[in-house]
């Protein structure tokens, strides 16, 4: 019997520790499983990228008001274009969170439009008088770009809206690379 009884014991010891390395391999498993899950970059919730368009354009507003070389006009326009941009973001991401027109305008308003003005503004008085005609036309043509597209999508003109799409991809894309 106290063959018997041995043997039980080992069984049951076997067993427990059998348990307990299951337990443990599963409960190891869902940690790092877990820990994977939480290395992935979550997307950012379109309420933070726009609280971060508005700190870069808040930021560019500030720049362009201390610069005392700054003219009026042009100031008056890198406002009107940091205006749109604040009145139309908000319901693109809303409306259209994935098109291209969209996403070009959170681009503007996050780097674009700041390292433009950003690069003109730290160049010497003589580059600036060198620079100055693409510099007018490249804010020329993101003012027409934010009044155009505030206009879309206040009266929801969607094939304007991929025309515009269309348009500011490949307008766009060599000048925001540079």
Do not use: C, W
């Not at 063959?3 to 790092?32: D, Q």
């Not at 009145?87 to 503007?108: F, S, W």
């Not at 674009?112 to 690069?119: A, F, G, M, Q, S």
Request: no cysteine; proline share 2%; net charge negative.
């Amino acid at each position: 019997m106290t063959v018997v009884t041995i043997v039980i014991v080992a069984v049951i010891v076997i067993a427990g520790i059998f348990l307990v390395l299951k337990i443990t391999t599963k409960n190891s498993a869902s940690v790092e499983k877990e820990a994977a899950v939480s290395s992935v970059p979550q997307k950012e919730s379109a309420e933070t990228e726009f609280e971060k368009i508005m700190g870069t354009l808040l930021k560019l507003n500030i720049l362009i008001r201390t610069d005392t070389r700054l003219d009026s006009e042009m100031l008056s326009t890198i406002e009107s274009i940091i205006d749109d941009l604040k009145a139309t973001i908000p319901p693109m991401m809303e409306k259209y969170p994935g098109e291209t027109l969209t996403y070009e305008l959170k681009k503007i308003g996050s780097s674009h439009l700041y390292n433009n003005v950003k690069e003109y503004l730290d160049l010497s008085d003589e580059s600036r008088v060198t620079q100055l005609s693409i510099f007018n036309n490249t804010l020329a043509s993101l003012n027409e770009v934010s009044k155009r597209a505030r206009d879309i999508a206040e009266k929801n003109e969607t094939q304007e809206f991929k025309t515009m799409a269309t348009f500011l991809k490949t307008k766009f894309q060599t000048d925001i690379g540079s």
